[in-house]
């Protein structure tokens, strides 16, 4: 059974927009990214792409970018964004995670971002084993996977999930790093920020994360225009034996 989580942000492309412009605004995560490897030049496969913000714009340098997306909702910005601004090395994939469409030793890079299929089974997804095996498949030797995700222990949005939600978040990262380190990943916790020219941009974008009847509190604990939220990011090197180097 395909792995499909369904987000708000497939049927709000324009408050989905503002959401990635104002997520990471120095670009941070990039940066931890590329002290692994080099993007420029390189087979990118994005894995759950969304909308292409991230994987759209590694086209701008990349020698190719498969954006792989199973969502109609994003599919559609996928081809959107494309028309807007055509490159001729970037192919939006329809598929699933764990049947990529895509053949193997291909990619440099695989990146996911936000793609809650790739972790271990909670409330909205199974297990991610044979997503990450697929992952595995298409590397190249030497090749590197980023998979980025929340981190549910420390900064502001953390915060805020837990005021949303009630869960023991802190418990829930240690089983995801634990997951993750046992498969031969290794993470870095990164500190970035939402940053907006005024509130107005913070409050409707964080109605695609939050019950519209706890943004008001969040608002209340937002000090300007900008908090921080922090994302660990687990890397998969493949050696020669296809593990983890």
């Not at 759950?48 to 913000?53: C, D, H, Q, T, V």
């Not at 970037?90 to 299929?117: C, N, Q, T």
């Not at 199974?126 to 998979?147: A, M, P, Q, W, Y």
Request: proline share 3%; net charge negative; aromatic share 12%.
């Amino acid at each position: 059974m395909p792995n499909l989580y369904f987000y708000a942000g497939s049927a709000n492309p324009e408050l989905y927009e503002l959401q990635n412009e104002l997520i990471d605004p120095e670009r941070k995560i990039e940066k931890v990214m590329q002290e692994f490897c080099d993007f420029d030049g390189s087979v990118i496969v994005d894995v759950g792409a969304g909308s292409g913000f991230h994987s759209h714009m590694y086209a701008g340098t990349a020698s190719v970018v498969y954006a792989v997306e199973p969502d109609s909702g994003m599919l559609r910005q996928l081809i959107s964004r494309q028309a807007r601004d055509f490159r001729s090395n970037f192919s939006v994939v329809k598929g699933f995670a764990e049947d990529l469409p895509l053949k193997s030793d291909l990619a440099d890079i695989v990146h996911a971002r936000l793609a809650y299929f790739f972790g271990p089974p909670v409330k909205y997804t199974g297990s991610c084993e044979e997503g990450i095996e697929e992952v595995k498949r298409v590397l190249k030797t030497d090749g590197h996977f980023f998979n980025i995700q929340n981190n549910y222990s420390s900064g502001q949005y953390a915060d805020f999930l837990e005021l949303s939600y009630g869960r023991d978040l802190k418990s829930l990262q240690k089983e995801i790093s634990e997951y993750f380190l046992s498969k031969g990943f290794l993470e870095r916790v990164v500190r970035t920020k939402w940053r907006a020219k005024n509130r107005e941009e913070i409050e409707k974008a964080l109605t695609l994360e939050f019950p519209i009847e706890k943004v008001g509190q969040i608002m209340k604990a937002i000090s300007g225009n900008e908090f921080s939220h922090d994302f660990s990011i687990f890397i998969f090197r493949k050696t020669s034996s296809g593990e983890n180097g």
